[in-house]
């Protein structure tokens, strides 16, 4: 028996291949396929387009007013639509001539609304660019996880087989058997979570990756180490939040679209002109009438007094949503901040001389079980001792890179390059 513990270790420290149909990514390769494939980003990218068309809308001018009025019928000449030298026509034109800068207000107003849609485009690859490095780093721990679990399980499935056979010799006790399956039972058990939480964040990633294979990331030794401790004093960390942070520019554009609304609708107040001509065959005090008209509304009832006010009400809003945007941000960035030296100290302590001692323990249960110094029951419980430890220092790490990487998403930028 203590054979087959012994070929269960040594299968616990064997490497296992990875599965020949999964994509394997190294995270820069998968930064590219999401720029390029994530159809999120690619729908944006019309609304962009569609913005800017609303800028070259705003600037167009109104088209002129063409009307023709013809004399049905003529009564002294008894002709219908006498329309020829002596019968009666009347062309008119009009064209909409804005006042007060309207036409201006309105290109500066659109344009302040296509910066908005971009802002709001690098707020989505941000959230998404997140959300992409998370799962990418927890699906690269919850696999080194399993393949750990893979490796006892299978070497368990033997030796628990092997266990039934000296049983019905005799040669084990029912107690030691029925450990030794529950112990199995447990780590399938664990093995499932993990295959369930493996899934989620695999169905996740291919979402914003555009695929529909399976994702094994790839993560170079010299990957992690870059992920450290900023040297940056905190302040500046929450000044860089304030200044790259595009969700807070884009509260920003609102309250300058309101402020531009404002400006605009003062200028609404003020009557457009409408400047045409007029000529006239037959019907006026000459023949051949040419006439020139101006009309334009007189501002007695209706002065855009409640959209005036509205807008200024719009401004104070905006105004205040982007101040209380600006105190989350610094609050969230301070947060980040402890997060990421409380996680830092946890995995430096470890990582350290934990891990080290842990794995000379694992080594030394071989020998101590070969040498009859242990027991089943002993040598099971350092079994669910090591399984665990594994699993929550796996977690762990994967809990580390994601503070990291959520600080880069609270402060706006790529700090640990």
């Known amino acids: 028996m203590r054979l087959l513990i012994t070929i269960f270790f040594i299968f616990l420290f064997t490497h296992v291949s990875p599965a020949q149909d999964s994509l394997q990514f190294t995270l820069r390769q998968a930064d590219s396929l999401f720029l390029k494939n994530n159809l999120f980003l690619l729908a944006e990218r019309f609304r962009i387009d569609a913005s800017q068309a609303q800028i070259l809308q705003a600037s167009l001018y109104e088209n002129p007013t063409v009307s023709l009025e013809l004399s049905t019928y003529n009564n002294e000449t008894r002709r219908v639509l006498d329309v020829g030298r002596q019968g009666e ?12 800068g309207k036409r201006n207000k309105r290109v500066a107003l659109a344009s302040e609304a296509a910066r908005l849609t971009e802002l709001e485009l690098l707020d989505l690859l941000r959230g998404l660019r997140f959300d992409l490095r998370s799962r990418f780093y927890s699906i690269y721990f919850q696999q080194q996880t399993l393949t750990r679990f893979d490796q006892q399980i299978a070497t368990l499935q033997t030796t628990v087989a092997a266990y039934e056979k000296q049983y019905e010799k005799s040669n084990v006790s029912l107690r030691e058997l029925l450990r030794l399956k529950a112990l199995l039972f447990q ?4 093995r499932t979570e993990i295959i369930f939480q493996l899934a989620d ?16 990331p790839r993560v170079a030794d010299e990957t992690l180490p870059r992920y450290h401790l900023p040297t940056q004093p905190d302040d500046t960390l929450r000044q860089m939040a304030l200044r790259n942070r595009p969700d807070l520019q884009a509260s920003a554009s609102l309250t300058r ?27 006026s005090y000459i023949q051949n009438y040419v006439g020139l008209s101006v009309s334009g509304d007189i501002p007695i009832f209706n002065r855009n007094q409640g959209a005036i006010r509205a807008a ?25 901040l402890q997060k990421v030296r409380e996680v830092e100290r946890q995995v430096q302590a470890v990582e350290g001389s934990f891990t080290a001692q842990f794995e000379e323990l694992n080594k030394g249960v071989i020998i101590s079980f070969q040498k009859g110094n242990l027991t089943l029951i002993e040598f099971v419980d350092l079994i669910e001792a090591y399984n665990d430890s594994i699993r929550l220092l796996n977690r762990l790490k994967a809990d580390r890179i994601g503070a990291y990487e959520e600080l880069n998403y609270l402060v706006g930028t790529d700090l640990f390059r």
């Open 257 to 283: 679209q309101a402020e531009l609304n404002y400006t605009l609708q003062r200028a609404l107040a003020t009557p457009d002109l409408r400047v045409g001509g007029t000529y006239d065959q037959a019907g």
């Open 312 to 336: 200024r009400s719009q401004i104070n809003y905006q105004s205040h949503l982007q101040r209380q945007k600006a105190i989350q941000i610094s609050n969230d960035v301070t947060t980040s």
């Open 89 to 100: 026509k009347i062309l008119s034109v009009q064209q909409l001539l804005y006042t007060a």
């Open 201 to 216: 964040d695999q169905r996740a990633l291919r979402t914003l990756l555009s695929v529909d294979q399976p994702i094994r």
């Open 187 to 190: 780590v399938n058990n664990d």
